[in-house]
C-alpha cells in the first residue's frame, strides 16, 4: 500500500526555522516535492528533488531559505524551513511521482500539515 505520511507542522515565529517530513511507504520515486496552499489561494509549488540526477529544484519565493533532502536509509523526505516569514503560512502537502512524466504531474500525495508563522 503506498502512503505518504508528513509531519512536523506548527505554529512559529517570524524568522524562526521549521522542518517538515514526509515518510514514504509502499514503493520507491523517481522524484518527490512540496507544495503549499494558502487560505483562498491557488496551491503552488515549493520545492522538488529528482532522485536520478540528485536535482533540486526551488520556487524563488523560498530559494536561500528553504532547503528539501532526503534519508535513504527511512526512505523520508525533508523540507527546512529556515528565516520563516508569515506568507510561509499555509498547508503544506507532499507529493511523489513514480516516474519521469511529460505532463509534470504527481501520482501520490500526503494528508497535508499546516504551517503558521505569527508572532
Known amino acids: 500500500q503506498v502512503q505518504l505520511v508528513e509531519s512536523g507542522g506548527g505554529l512559529v515565529q517570524p524568522g524562526g526555522s521549521l522542518r517538515l517530513s514526509c515518510a514514504a511507504s509502499g514503493r520507491t520515486f523517481s522524484t518527490y516535492g512540496w507544495f503549499r496552499q494558502a487560505p483562498g489561494k491557488e496551491r503552488e509549488f515549493v520545492a522538488a528533488i529528482r532522485l536520478s540526477i540528485g536535482r533540486l529544484d526551488y520556487a524563488d519565493s523560498v530559494k536561500g531559505r528553504f532547503t528539501i533532502s532526503r534519508d535513504n536509509a527511512k526512505n523520508t523526505v525533508y523540507l527546512q524551513m529556515n528565516s520563516l516569514k508569515p506568507e510561509d503560512t499555509a498547508v503544506y502537502y507532499c507529493?511523489?511521482?513514480?516516474?519521469?512524466?511529460?505532463?509534470?504531474?504527481?501520482?501520490?500525495w500526503g494528508q497535508g500539515t499546516q504551517v503558521t508563522v505569527s508572532s
Open positions: 507529493a511523489a511521482r513514480i516516474l519521469p512524466r511529460v505532463d509534470l504531474k504527481y501520482d501520490y
